[in-house]
């Protein structure tokens, strides 16, 4: 078995490579260097503190390269326990949905495709960033991140039905999501469901050229339910022949990555049961 999350195997990772002959070598050099140093220029208390100081940055060093190697060797998992392979230029995604080209810059780790369940679809997963510029009272530059794990599927077939619609969770009077919203300035209208509980959890907008029939047929009650009952609430955009379902923030754990391609499996196949209902009147 691999490992189930992100963080499985740091901790040894750590204590071996702390062991490791290069790192006791390094310690030892470094700390007698720094209790040299230590001692010339701040006398004892000097000689005590500077040894102690360099041991805690090489080991915040190897605690950082541990970390990155036990994440490494889970997405590897997570790429054989799916039968996924990497896939290159993720930024080729910034030109589907308004989530993905948020932002004044963006990018991408862990990017896997393959088979979405049974459904005959391909899915692109990835762990997702975007960041805003700002300045501060200094005209200083800083940078405010938003991040995302999703799941994007091609579904061309959708475009003539489905214009663009938005499903994310509530975000209340602060913004949520971080206090960005990317989908600001799109001429959306907000549609409310024939239900209160889902109304409550989530918010639902959709371009003015939407036929919101087909909109609520595509919620119908099961999918509402199953909406309001999953513990991840799912968030969606479907726009131009593409569907991004996805959560706030980076999911590190195997489980959880499964879910969230369960989710874009099952609205992936409402849309396409929509698509197929109306193929006699399309075009």
Request: a negative charge; charged letters at 25%.
């Amino acid at each position: 078995m691999g490992p189930s999350n992100a963080n499985a195997g740091r901790g040894e990772f750590f204590r071996q490579t702390m062991k490791s002959p290069k790192v006791v070598t390094a310690l030892v050099i470094a700390a007698a260097v720094a209790l040299l140093a230590g001692a010339y220029w701040a006398g004892a208390a000097g000689a005590l503190a500077a040894p102690l100081v360099v041991v805690a940055v090489i080991a915040a060093i190897v605690w950082k390269l541990s970390d990155m190697r036990a994440e490494a060797r889970f997405w590897d998992h997570v790429a054989q326990s799916l039968g996924y392979q990497p896939f290159d230029d993720a930024t080729a995604m910034e030109t589907t949905t308004p989530l993905l080209h948020a932002g004044d810059r963006r990018d991408w780790k862990h990017e896997l495709m393959g088979p979405l369940g049974d459904s005959g679809l391909t899915a692109r997963l990835a762990q997702y960033r975007y960041e805003i510029r700002n300045e501060d009272s200094k005209r200083e530059e800083t940078w405010t991140s938003h991040e995302f794990t999703i799941c994007l599927v091609e579904l061309a077939e959708s475009m003539a039905l489905f214009r663009g619609l938005y499903l994310r969770e509530k975000r209340g009077l602060l913004g949520g999501l971080g206090g960005n919203d990317w989908l600001r300035g799109r001429n959306l209208h907000d549609v409310e469901l024939e239900s209160t509980e889902f109304n409550k959890l989530y918010e639902l907008q959709a371009v003015r050229e939407q036929d919101e029939g087909r909109l609520r047929e595509l919620f119908d009650p099961k999918t509402i339910v199953w909406l309001t009952d999953h513990p991840m609430r799912p968030h969606v955009e479907l726009r131009n022949g593409f569907l991004v379902v996805y959560v706030p923030g980076w999911i590190e754990d195997l489980g959880r990555v499964v879910w969230l391609l369960e989710a874009a499996e099952k609205i992936a196949e409402r849309v396409q049961a929509e698509v197929g209902e109306a193929a006699p009147t399309v075009g």
